[in-house]
Structures are given as C-alpha cells and as structure tokens.
C-alpha cells in the first residue's frame, strides 16, 4: 500500500483535512512530521492519529531523524505486504478501514515480538482465525503446532490434567501418564479460546506457568518447563469481569501483553458483500460464484449480523443452496425465515390471514355493510389503543380530523342507544 511523509509547523484544520485526504481516511500509511521548535503539546498528535496519520513526531526530538523516519516506513511496508499476501487475503477477507487496521496490529505483533495475545470480540468476529493467523505468521524457526484448548470444556475437577498433564496413577481413572496443553504447546502456540468462561479457581492454577512458563503433571513433584506462545480469546469483558469478582487481575496482566478487539461486522459493512463472495468461493470451489442482485446486495448491507461473520457465513450457505438456474442471487434465494419484515402498505396488508377473515365472515352470512362496519370500529379500537386513548394521535394514524373520530364514536354510542348509525367517516 502506497506511504507517505506530511511536514508542517503548526496543527490547522487545513492540516488535518490534508491528513484526511492523503491517507485516505488511514486507510494508507502516512507519517506527520513536526518542523516547529520543541516537543509537540497538546492534543495536536491525537487529532492528526485520528485524521488518519501512522504516526506523528517532531524533527527537534529525533536524534537520528532519517534512521527514526526510514525505519518507521521500512515497519510499516514489511506490515503492509504481509497484508496483502496469499495467506492474509484467502483467509482473512475486508479491506475497511476498521479491519485493515486490526490485522495491521495482528501482523506487527505476530511477526516483530513474543507478546501474549488477548484477542476480544463478539461472537463470531474471527477470534481463532486471528490466532491461527498469528501463529502462521510467528517467525520462529523452530515453532511446533497450533494447541487449541476450548475452556468451556474444561471441568473444574479435572482441570489440572487437561492443563498441565498427569502421571500414571494420579488418580483413579489415570491408567497412563499423560500431556496437558501446555506440554503439547512446548515449542509451539497454545491458544485457550473463551478464556472468560474459566472459574476463578482454575484461573489461579494458571498464575505461574502462564508467567514463568513451568508446571508440574498432577502427581508429579518434578517441575518442568514449556516454551509456548500464548494467544487467549473471550467474548466477555475481562476488565468488567475482573471488578465483579469472576476474573483473576494477575491472571490477566499475564495474558493480555496486547489487546486486540476485533470489530464486529456492523463497523466494516464495507466488507460484507466480499465476505459473501468468498464463502460462496468455498463452499462450490469449482463454480464461478453467482452475481449479486441490486435487491439481494441492499438487503445484505443493511442486515443485522448479532452473529456477525459466522452468522453472514451461515446466511450466504443458505442463498447459496437455493439458487438454480444460473443468473444472479435474487430476493427468491433469501430464506424465507430471513426475509426482512416490510412496514404495511396498500399492497400487502391485505394478506393471506386477512382474507381468510374475509372469507369465514362471508360464509357466515355477513354482508358487505356489516364488513365495513366491524372493520372500520375495528381499526378504530385498535388506533385508540396503541394511541392510549389520545384522540389527536389515533385520528392522525386512521388519517382523519379530530372531529371526524369523535363523530363516529358518538355515532356508536348512539347505535348502542337505538339510533341508526348508518353515517361513517
């Protein structure tokens, strides 16, 4: 992606919309470079990150400034090819700026240090896919595997094996010795995914390995070491979790050397329909994925995803499986349980439940007076209701005046008196 060096000496809304424009939103690295004398002050640096700069400096305060300025650009493109690699493209799909700049953090952690990871998000965001990610891109020539431990399986009782291992006869059901996680790791990347859902009590077991990177098996006294990378993920607040009592804070420095939050799908919609092309690219490997038709693309960008990017995944199998006959995806391939509830209009109020109304009232002998007569104190009551008795608000929802409606209630009082009633709105 293209780089790029801004100079200034003073911090205007000229600057920042230069900012803006040149990097498109952040979208594209840029470097803002301070020429006035002295260190930056104020909130000028936060203003030009948030217009979009990479990073911001002031030229008196760089002892080496072309080392400081190359070594930051050579960063950034080392970062950016990796972005648009095979292996980050084919797995990882989106190019918004939300997810651009995610998976710029995920490549510059993974690559350029051994920082345990805590990767947050709501269901669905691609939390394992990151880790996996990570651990692709680890620089060690020695890694092992990929260790996925998932925590909601775990059982309290016997969390000491499934975590550090046993020997032969700890227990009763032990008839062999065995490895843990962290053991399997050794060399390699352990990833516990939904880390929040671990008690308290089995947080505290993690205290010294997950620091000191030592253990000992269940009925073992010999301590030993695991040289592992860790990558931890939850859907929960562990901060929150921590001031309610239900996640250890020492537990949580150890795992969280940097903290990624991966956006859900309602803040990079620009990733949507690319999404939906790439899960219907794997799911027929050897067809040509269908176009999206205008109705079908409104309908996806406009969506709510509570599952986010596995819900969309789910949604696009689904379209996919009912399209036939070549053509692009139509509003017909959308299940109908998917479809989007539409606000009544003259022509598709009167639906099915509707005319069956019609049709038991006929066959019972009503007429067409006695229809419009029930249907009209019908819409009324109704109107009256969700209006909660106010008059000016119910009259503005059937679409006539005040007066009309007070009218036609007194009319029905006067047919329950004896009067004829025969005048309507």
């Not at 700026?97 to 345990?116: G, H, K, M, Y």
């Not at 009763?172 to 990347?189: E, K, M, P, V, Y």
């Not at 073992?220 to 996640?247: P, Q, V």
Request: net charge neutral; glycine share 8%; charged share 25%.
């Amino acid at each position: 992606m293209p780089q790029g060096i801004i100079c200034f000496d003073q911090i205007t809304s000229a600057l920042l919309q230069l900012v803006r424009e040149y990097s498109h939103n952040g979208s594209q690295r840029l470097l803002a470079i301070c020429f006035e004398r002295g260190p930056l002050k104020g909130d000028g640096s936060w203003q030009l990150l948030n217009a979009g700069a990479s990073d911001v400096v002031a030229w008196s305060e760089l002892p080496d400034p072309a080392a400081a300025i190359i070594g930051r650009l050579e960063r950034w493109q080392a970062i950016d090819n990796l972005l648009d690699s095979a292996p980050v493209r084919a797995n990882l799909i989106g190019q918004s700026r939300a997810w651009t700049s995610t998976l710029r953090q995920v490549i510059e952690v993974a690559c350029f240090t051994d920082a345990p990871m805590l990767l947050l998000g709501e269901t669905g965001t691609g939390k394992e896919q990151v880790a996996r990610l990570v651990h692709a891109l680890d620089q060690r020539l020695d890694k092992r595997e990929l260790v996925v431990l998932d925590c909601t399986t775990v059982v309290p009782e016997l969390s000491g094996s499934e975590f550090f291992g046993h020997e032969k006869g700890a227990f009763t059901s032990a008839i062999a010795s065995r490895d843990g996680a962290f053991a399997l790791a050794d060399q390699g990347t352990l990833f516990l995914d939904e880390v929040g859902e671990l008690p308290p009590a089995v947080q505290a077991q993690l205290l010294r390995v997950t620091q000191e990177h030592t253990y000992k098996r269940v009925g073992s006294n010999t301590w030993r070491h695991t040289d592992f990378r860790l990558i931890c993920a939850t859907n929960r607040d562990l901060l929150r979790e921590e001031e309610a009592g239900r996640f250890r804070r020492d537990l949580y420095y150890r795992i969280a050397g940097w903290v990624c939050t991966l956006p859900p799908l309602r803040e990079r919609r620009e990733d949507i329909l690319p999404l939906v092309r790439h899960f219907m690219q794997q799911l027929r490997p050897d067809q040509v994925p269908p176009e999206i038709s205008e109705a079908v693309r409104e309908y996806l960008l406009t969506r709510d995803y509570p599952g986010n990017v596995r819900d969309l995944r789910q949604l696009a199998a689904r379209m996919l499986y009912r399209h036939v006959g070549g053509g692009p995806l139509s509003v017909g391939d959308i299940p109908e349980d998917e479809r989007p509830l539409v606000a009544p209009t003259l022509l598709n109020w009167c639906d099915a439940t509707f005319e069956r109304s019609l049709r038991h009232a006929l066959h019972a002998g009503s007429g067409l007076r006695d229809i419009r007569r029930v249907t009209e104190e019908a819409a009324i009551r109704i109107a009256l209701y969700d209006a909660s008795g106010n008059l000016q608000r119910a009259a503005q929802q059937l679409g006539v005046t005040d007066r009309a409606l007070q009218m036609r209630r007194a009319q029905r009082r006067s047919v329950g008196s004896g009067g004829d009633g025969l005048d309507t709105i």
